[in-house]
């Protein structure tokens, strides 16, 4: 799953951001790591390069351009933003992500959407914590060196003039993770919805706070076992990760939001609402912590949504009898009853069945065909408890759902092929009239001309905007369009398609595994069944 990060800086120092980048820091402190002679330690293994900086370094080219331009000057100045996308894990081993492949894939995204800016672009093949997911640190200076176009994350015509400076606003990081969900779907990676928030939000803060917090324990505790004393705790939690236990037990047991304070309150937390938002309030802190810091289970949205499904179930329980328990009648039962439940089948996934028969004559050893019939076993229960659960009564009915959930996949793969369509459409409009509007004053200066030497001189002093315009006129008319959109309504229109094929995106990648789920389910019924007739063959051959 991709993430992406932005962090913006000001240190005045240039130079520190590549330093960090291509040298080994501690993770707690973010000083760097030094040797035995107090040298630098350069990082293992990195990619890393430099744009828009031509000859020069890049910490070197960024001071030379805010002398030019009179920019970050000041110490409140946000000299530089950082931004980091991170991969999966995974996309490594299963999607065949390598450390190049995520630069190449850095280096175009910072072209793409930081344009103008002097840029530093770093790949490093692991995490600080060793998690092993490739990331991409893209540093770019928050002054722009050139002109460039108006992108749909920029709001104002400063967005785009040489000699302004980067903003990163909350459109912008939207729009932002909107591509890199983009990109990660292109490259076949695995990728999160980074448009919604997240179940328990755990911010940068609360991470290194852990980190340390989890760090100092392990100290304390190496220095209670020399001393052969008892560790008494040996998880550290932060006050937030308390404060979201304390939450949960209290929610798992109240019936209505009145039920739920009078648990939280026995806790000590004070639960309060304003505005339609809840925050919470702990004895040792005057300020109380928003539930939007805490994630979204704990807003008034997911709270209610729990409270009403508590009172549901206990409305049910208190309705139908509880049922009389029974015991085991003797020691080998209850045994027996652990075994069975520990041998049943995980219903969490069905493979395909191995054609054994196929296997030995492509010349698989003995050792290969145990493993298959063990496999063929496993896969055997995980397909008939599917075809129980989903009320299959006949193969018949398995090909009919099978074919449904195809033409659903089908249709909704139509759909989403639609709508990147329309927003592949919608953004050439985009550029073209981005570049149309661009030449407004060439166009409104050719006007004043009186004469037609004036004009045919005109012409020619500003002969490259009269030809993208000319261009972007063809555009129009070969769109039809006869009168032009208004910007902000386009890029309004081309951010909810964004939305809309994201969404279409997740609910095909659901219908696809379904469908996948139905073709191994069918595969697998189709060998069982043919192998029914060999078994009763061979036992008549017994007789």
């Known amino acids: 799953m991709a993430t992406f990060k932005h962090i913006s800086s000001k240190n005045?120092?240039?130079g520190a951001a590549e330093q960090y980048l291509t040298f080994e820091h501690d993770e707690f402190t973010m000083k760097p790591t030094l040797d035995e002679t107090g040298r630098l330690i350069p990082r293992d293994d990195y990619r890393i390069s430099s744009l828009n900086c031509g000859d020069e370094d890049f910490a070197i080219a960024c001071m030379r351009s805010n002398l030019k331009y009179g920019k970050n000057q000041k110490r409140e100045d946000v000299k530089s933003?950082?931004?980091?996308?991170?991969?999966?894990?995974r996309d490594a081993p299963d999607n065949g992500l390598t450390v190049d492949r995520a630069q190449a894939l850095g280096e175009e995204f910072c072209k793409t959407h930081f344009p103008g800016h002097q840029a530093l672009v770093c790949t490093h093949p692991d995490g600080h914590n060793h998690s092993g997911n490739i990331h991409v640190h893209i540093v770019i200076n928050s002054l722009r060196i050139a002109e460039v176009p108006l992108l749909p994350y920029m709001e104002r015509p400063a967005d785009t003039r040489e000699g302004c400076k980067h903003r990163c606003t909350d459109a912008a990081m939207e729009y932002f993770k909107a591509e890199v969900m983009e990109m990660c779907h292109r490259e076949n990676l695995y990728q999160i919805d980074l448009l919604h928030g997240s179940k328990n939000r755990i911010t940068e803060r609360e991470y290194w706070a852990k980190r340390k917090g989890q760090a100092a324990l392990d100290k304390e505790n190496a220095s209670q076992d020399a001393t052969g004393a008892p560790p008494k705790q040996t998880k550290f939690?932060?006050?937030?990760?308390k404060l979201r236990r304390t939450i949960g037990a209290?929610?798992?047991?109240?019936v209505s939001f009145e039920d739920f304070s009078?648990?939280?309150?026995?806790q000590g937390v004070t639960v309060k609402e304003s505005r339609g938002r809840l925050s919470y309030l702990t004895p040792d802190r005057t300020k109380p912590i928003t539930a939007r810091k805490l994630g979204d289970d704990f807003d008034r949205v997911a709270i209610l949504e729990a409270l009403t499904i508590n009172a549901q179930n206990a409305a049910r329980a208190a309705e139908t009898p509880a049922p009389r328990q029974e015991y085991p009648r003797s020691i080998k039962d209850r045994l027996q009853r652990n075994k069975a439940a520990i041998n049943a089948p995980k219903n969490d996934g069905v493979q395909r069945m191995v054609d054994r028969e196929a296997k030995r004559a492509e010349g698989k050893g003995i050792g290969y065909d145990r493993w298959a019939a063990v496999h063929n076993l496993k896969q055997m229960a995980a397909t008939m408890s599917i075809y129980e659960e989903s009320g299959f009564s006949s193969p018949e009915e398995l090909e009919a759902a099978l074919?449904?959930?195809?033409?659903?996949l089908n249709s909704v793969h139509a759909k989403l092929k639609a709508v990147e369509s329309t927003l592949r459409e919608k953004k050439d409009l985009q550029k073209q009239l981005l570049a149309y509007i661009k030449t407004k004053p060439a166009r409104d200066g050719l006007k004043a001309q009186k004469t037609e030497k004036a004009r045919k001189n005109?012409?020619?002093q500003n002969e490259s905007d009269f030809i993208i315009a000319e261009a972007a006129t063809r555009f129009f008319k070969a769109q039809g369009i006869q009168k032009l959109p208004a910007f902000k309504a386009l890029q309004t229109e081309?951010?909810?398609?964004?939305?809309?094929?994201?969404a279409l995106y997740n609910e095909y990648r659901e219908k696809r595994e379904r469908t996948k789920e139905l073709q191994t389910v069918k595969g697998n019924i189709e060998q069982i069944l043919r192998r029914e007739p060999e078994r009763g063959k061979g036992r008549e051959n017994e007789r």
């Open 12 to 14: 005045a120092d240039y």
């Open 81 to 89: 933003h950082h931004y980091i996308i991170s991969f999966d894990p």
């Open 237 to 241: 939690e932060t006050d937030k990760e």
């Open 250 to 254: 209290a929610l798992s047991s109240a």
């Open 262 to 266: 009078e648990k939280l309150l026995q």
């Open 403 to 408: 074919a449904a959930a195809s033409a659903e």
């Open 458 to 460: 005109y012409r020619e």
């Open 494 to 502: 081309i951010e909810q398609l964004t939305k809309e094929k994201n």
